[in-house]
T-cell receptor
Framework: DQQVKQNSPSLSVQEGRISILNCDYTNSMFDYFLWYKKYPAEGPTFLISISSIKDKNEDGRFTVFLNKSAKHLSLHIVPSQPGDSAVYFCAGSHDMRFGAGTRLTVKP | GAVVSQHPSRVICKSGTSVKIECRSLDFQATTMFWYRQFPKQSLMLMATSNEGSKATYEQGVEKDKFLINHASLTLSTLTVTSAHPEDSSFYIC??????????????FGPGTRLTVT
């Protein structure tokens, strides 16, 4: 049973602008949420995580926000760069089933 | 960071044959390994979870007799696609979770294996 969902299959933004990727979840027991980035023909790489006791975690251009009441998290990338173009997956701790992913395209 | 390798990176086989894909954790002990299959249009589907020394746990809809998973050691897991058919052609990715200094939540992914069945 899919416990994380990404409802936007794709997102296109202009270089320098903000990218916002969204993820909804159903399991309130997750301790952590994680975001992974994937380029074509490669395995995903870990990007950033957030503990369920926090509402924000920032790492350079990447910030993840957690809204527990809405069971929603979002990944903000600012400023977006063409190299950020990839598929982004969210996941909940202990559940290795990813959301469907969102393909981000950053246009120069 | 932790490194996971997969071998081979690409394989082409004839329909009806079996193919083995290896997944190795190079610098850590992987207590749990996961196998994924990437379908067209990006989604990653978890196929099975394997813990060292025990039988793999397969996701619903994944044929365990077709996709044989062995996790014989803390650094190696194998996926064997038996009697492969063209519809098994896909990109297979493994990942591993470690212990000790590594985060218990983070997965470390292999680079993937492209399987083409002709």
């Amino acid at each position: 049973d899919q416990q994380v969902k990404q409802n936007s299959p794709s997102l296109s933004v202009q270089e320098g602008r903000i990218s916002i990727l969204n993820c909804d979840y159903t399991n309130s027991m997750f301790d952590y949420f994680l975001w992974y980035k994937k380029y074509p023909a490669e395995g995903p790489t870990f990007l950033i995580s957030i503990s369920s006791i926090k509402d924000k975690n920032e790492d350079g251009r990447f910030t993840v926000f957690l809204n527990k009441s809405a069971k929603h998290l979002s990944l903000h990338i600012v400023p977006s760069q063409p190299g950020d173009s990839a598929v982004y997956f969210c996941a909940g701790s202990h559940d290795m089933r990813f959301g469907a992913g969102t393909r981000l395209t950053v246009k120069p | 960071g932790a490194v996971v390798s997969q071998h081979p990176s690409r394989v082409i086989c004839k329909s009806g044959t079996s193919v083995k894909i290896e997944c190795r954790s190079l610098d850590f002990q992987a207590t749990t390994m996961f196998w994924y299959r990437q379908f067209p249009k990006q989604s990653l589907m978890l196929m099975a979870t394997s813990n060292e020394g025990s039988k793999a746990t397969y996701e619903q809809g994944v044929e365990k007799d077709k996709f044989l998973i062995n996790h014989a050691s803390l650094t190696l897991s194998t996926l064997t696609v038996t009697s492969a058919h063209p519809e098994d052609s896909s990109f297979y990715i493994c990942s591993a979770r470690g212990r000790g200094r590594l985060s218990s939540y983070e997965q470390y992914f292999g680079p993937g294996t492209r399987l083409t069945v002709t």
